[in-house]
């Protein structure tokens, strides 16, 4: 099983030598590009824009709406971006009556203000994706005609984007982090159809346009996606063009980037590729499973090399963060974030031999490790992006990726020869791990992830695929800290082996090759290294391992599964994680 796993998965290095992987098409990002494309240039544009209307149409679930993905089951803002989207389009009458069918069921009728209440409610106080959502409906009609239709659009404060980024926690944006293209551009839309009534505030949106549209030139990427995320991208060109700045740099760079992203059927990809993210995993897979040998020396050399040429040398313009970190890809739309920084820092630890002991590669480590630090919030734990923010998912501490951290500052512990970072290192994963005791759930041991989710569950959670992660992440951790390490395992690999074994009262078994490798993982990993005394929490493990990898023996075609989250829930598939995580598997035990 694991060695056809690898064989594959080394025969889908692309030619340069290292892993992009192919993202699911997406509803979502299809129809916000189609629209942002008509709001352009139909006549121009009318070619893409067809070619992705008929994927639309012939991708449409049975009951009449979309889901993220073509494997997704059916959500409210992705089928009310399809509908905005293929509003007058002719031929395909019986797709958009369907389609309206389902949200008058979903939402209770086609009226405005119902629409608007099921979005809001979906996303709560974040703005980041149910602002747009509603902008994109504004502006294809489906709110009403006119001024009026944009009282159900939230308003964006643009004019916070044109104070310093130091600024941004306290003035308390109401969107993530990253998500500053779409304050300014979706701000600005909103402005310009419906003014805000306050006299000052409208004069200080209007004096503050000019430079908010300097700032979004200024943090917008050479090939003109931001975050290469054609939806974001997307809703920023449509805002634009909406108030007449069809031929702004912008737009123009904006729309270069969507035209390149589509595929030959019809579709966009939420994200161009996460070609750091798939590598640095796949190295790590090798690592665990004793495959690392498996690439010859100058495939050592070429990965430490490429991995550090990825790296922030610079501050990003974009969040403001420091030089040290890592993004999941090597394009120029990425921003570093510390899931990726972490994997890039294991992946170099385990990439080092007496050949790659040389000065750039401990110099990246330790400059990987030094950006972790700084992202270290107040609670221990580790957010995504920016460090304090903390009001909105996206940019809070996370369980997932907070083990991951304590994963990268334990292997580079070695690596590190300044004192005073390695010492920083070692109080960081004491006050990390303290911060998973804090958020283990009481009862049965488990973590909620925060990338990741499984649309089977009413909530959208996966403890999975949380839990899996953290026991990767915390077995780690030095032997000082073993105290905290060895409870926490037990609990939550025992929970896992219930899951595994279908004898939980708390949830069924997670049927997905992704979630089932992860899970078998974890508890190998866990059986490693836990002092199990009594046999029988032994043998549980044991017979978990195995009931597991009789799931995997079966599953030949090793399919992928929508597990992944991009912003504000947006699900997404991705070919090489089955592979992957089944790659990480160590021989089955005897």
């Known amino acids: 099983m694991e060695c056809k796993a690898i064989d594959t998965l080394l025969a889908k290095r692309d030619v340069k030598g290292h892993w992009t992987g192919k993202l699911s098409s997406s509803a979502l990002a299809t129809a916000v590009a189609v629209f942002a494309l008509k709001k352009v240039d139909p006549d121009i544009y009318a070619g893409q824009i067809s070619d992705g209307v008929r994927w639309l149409a012939d991708n449409a679930n049975d009951d009449g709406s979309w889901g993220d993905t073509t494997k997704s089951f059916s959500n409210i803002s992705t089928t ?67 001024k009026a239709a944009w009282k159900y659009v939230a308003r964006l404060p643009f004019e916070l984007s044109i104070f310093p980024h130091s600024m941004y926690s306290m003035l308390g944006l109401p969107v993530v982090s990253y998500a500053l293209p779409a304050l300014i551009a979706i701000g600005q839309v909103g402005h310009h159809f419906r003014p ?22 200024k943090i917008q990427p050479g090939n003109g996606g931001f975050l290469e ?40 990809p939420i994200d161009t590729d996460l070609a750091v993210w798939l590598t640095t995993l796949s190295i790590n897979a ?9 690439l010859s020396e100058e495939e050592h050399r070429y ?27 090597d394009k120029p739309g990425s921003v570093p974030d510390a899931d990726d920084t972490s994997g890039a820092i294991l992946a170099l630890c385990n990439l080092m031999n007496d050949k790659l002991t040389v000065a750039d590669t401990l110099n990246s480590i330790t400059d990987g490790c030094r950006w972790l630090l700084g992202l270290q919030n107040k609670d221990g734990g580790i957010p995504t992006f920016c460090r304090g923010w903390g009001k909105l998912p996206f940019d809070r501490s996370c369980c997932d990726i907070t083990a991951h951290a304590i994963a990268a500052w334990s292997s580079a512990l070695e690596y590190v020869s300044d004192d005073k970072t390695k010492n920083d290192m070692i109080v960081a994963i004491g006050r990390a791990l303290e911060f998973l005791r804090s958020q283990q759930n009481y009862r049965f041991g488990f973590w909620l992830p925060l990338w990741f989710g499984n649309q089977h569950m009413p909530d959208d959670s996966n403890p999975v695929y949380g839990t899996a992660r953290v026991i990767a992440g915390i077995r780690y951790a030095p032997e000082e ?49 836990l002092p199990m005394e009594k046999e029988k929490k032994t043998e549980k493990l044991k017979t978990a391992i195995q009931k597991g990898r009789a799931y995997l023996a079966d599953k030949q075609d090793m399919p992928a599964s929508p597990i992944g989250f991009y912003f504000a829930k947006l699900w997404y598939f991705e070919e090489l994680y089955p592979l992957i995580f089944q790659t990480a598997l160590k021989p089955a035990i005897s």
Request: aromatic share 8%; proline share 4%; with cysteine.
């Open 286 to 294: 090798l690592a665990d499973s004793d495959n690392l040998e498996l």
């Open 229 to 268: 995320a054609v939806p974001l991208t997307a809703f920023v060109v449509s805002s634009l063009a909406a108030k007449g700045l069809n031929n702004h740099k912008v737009v123009q760079k904006g729309v270069k980037f969507i035209i390149s992203s589509q595929r030959a059927d019809g579709s966009f």
């Open 80 to 146: 009310l971006l399809c509908w905005s989207a293929l509003n007058g389009e002719i031929g395909i009458d019986p797709v958009i009556s369907k389609c309206e069918r389902w949200i008058k069921d979903y939402c209770g009728s086609l009226n405005p203000e119902d629409i608007a209440q099921a979005v809001y409610q979906r996303y709560d106080n974040d703005r980041t994706f149910s602002a747009p959502i509603m902008t994109v409906c504004a502006l294809a009609g489906r709110l009403g005609k006119g």
């Open 481 to 529: 800290f073993k105290y905290l390490v060895y409870p926490m395992l037990e609990k939550s690999s025992h929970w896992l082996a219930d899951v595994l074994c279908d004898d939980s009262q708390v949830t069924d078994i997670y049927n997905s090759i992704e979630e089932v490798s992860l899970a078998v993982h974890a508890i190998q990993a866990a059986l490693d290294i």
């Open 196 to 217: 805000t009534a306050n006299p000052l505030t409208r004069i200080l949106r209007c004096l503050s346009i000019g430079r908010s549209l300097k700032k979004l030139a």
């Open 303 to 329: 990965f430490a090399d490429w991995l550090i040429s990825c790296q922030y040398k610079e501050t990003h313009p974009n969040t403001n963060s420091p030089p040290g970190g890592w993004g999941w890809t």
